[in-house]
T-cell receptor, first 114, second 114 residues
Framework: QKEVEQDPGPLSVPEGAIVSLNCTYS??????FMWYRQYSRKGPELLMY????GNKEDGRFTAQVDKSSKYISLFIRDSQPSDSATYLC??????????????FGRGTQLTVWP | ETGVTQTPRHLVMGMTNKKSLKCEQH?????MYWYKQSAKKPLELMFV???????ENNSVPSRFSPECPNSSHLFLHLHTLQPEDSALYLC?????????????FGSGTRLTVV
C-alpha cells in the first residue's frame, strides 16, 4: 500500500465552481499536511500548511485534515482559470532531521475553463 | 522567479554521455534536496544535504552522483543513464533539514535519455 494516495484526475470544471481535491494516507504518524500547486514547467510551490486535524482557510482555499479517517482535502471556492495546475498533497511525521521527510501524492491535474 | 535556480531547464543526453545538473539557492538555506518527478508518480526523494553534508541517499543508483560544494550550490552528476531515468529533476532547499513547511523548489530540469 502506498504511503499517500491521490487521484490523478484529470479534473475539469467551469469557472466559478467549487473544487474538492483529496488524499488518503496510511501512516498514522503523519502530523504535518501540505498542499502544493505546480504550474506547467514550474516547480511545486507551497499553497497550504496544516498541523494535525482541523480546518485552515486562506482566501478562496480551505484545507481540511481528518486524522481519524486519514483523509485530507483542499477546497477551492470560486475557481478561476488561473487555478489550472497540478495539486500535490504532501505530509510528514514531524520536524527534525529524522522525521522531516515529505511524502507526496501523485498530484491531481486541474483545469478550470472560462 | 523563485529563489532556487536550476540549469539547464532541458537536457537530452545519450546513454553513454556524462552531464551535470546545477542548482543554486539565494535564500540562505542550509538544507538542499534532489527529487525525481516521473509522470503519474509521486515525487521521489533522492538525496538530502544538510550544511554541505549528505545526510540521506534514498537507494539511488550510482549512475547519479550528487555534489554539494557549499550550502548554496548543489549538483547532480549523471553518467550511463537509462531511458527510464527520463524525468523532471527538482532541486529544493529549506532553512533546516526537516522544516517541512519551508521547502522552496526550483523549476526543475527536464531530462530525456535517448
Amino acid at each position: 500500500q502506498k504511503e499517500v494516495e491521490q487521484d490523478p484526475g484529470p479534473l475539469s470544471v467551469p469557472e466559478g465552481a467549487i473544487v474538492s481535491l483529496n488524499c488518503t494516507y496510511s501512516n498514522s504518524a503523519f502530523q504535518y499536511f501540505m498542499w502544493y500547486r505546480q504550474y506547467s514547467r514550474k516547480g511545486p510551490e507551497l499553497l497550504m500548511y496544516t498541523y494535525s486535524s482541523g480546518n485552515k482557510e486562506d482566501g478562496r482555499f480551505t484545507a481540511q485534515v481528518d486524522k481519524s479517517s486519514k483523509y485530507i482535502s483542499l477546497f477551492i471556492r470560486d475557481s478561476q482559470p488561473s487555478d489550472s495546475a497540478t495539486y500535490l498533497c504532501a505530509m510528514s511525521a514531524g520536524r527534525g532531521s529524522t522525521l522531516g521527510r515529505l511524502y507526496f501524492g501523485r498530484g491531481t491535474q486541474l483545469t478550470v475553463w472560462p | 522567479e523563485t529563489g532556487v535556480t536550476q540549469t539547464p531547464r532541458h537536457l537530452v543526453m545519450g546513454m553513454t554521455n556524462k552531464k551535470s545538473l546545477k542548482c543554486e539557492q539565494h535564500l540562505g538555506h542550509n538544507a538542499m534536496y534532489w527529487y525525481k518527478q516521473s509522470a503519474k508518480k509521486p515525487l521521489e526523494l533522492m538525496f538530502v544535504y544538510n550544511f554541505k553534508e549528505q545526510t540521506e541517499n534514498n537507494s539511488v543508483p550510482s549512475r547519479f552522483s550528487p555534489e554539494c560544494p557549499n550550502s548554496s550550490h548543489l549538483f547532480l552528476h549523471l553518467h550511463t543513464l537509462q531511458p527510464e531515468d527520463s524525468a523532471l529533476y527538482l532541486c529544493a532547499s529549506s532553512q533546516n533539514r526537516g522544516q517541512v513547511d519551508g521547502y522552496t523548489f526550483g523549476s526543475g530540469t527536464r531530462l530525456t535519455v535517448v
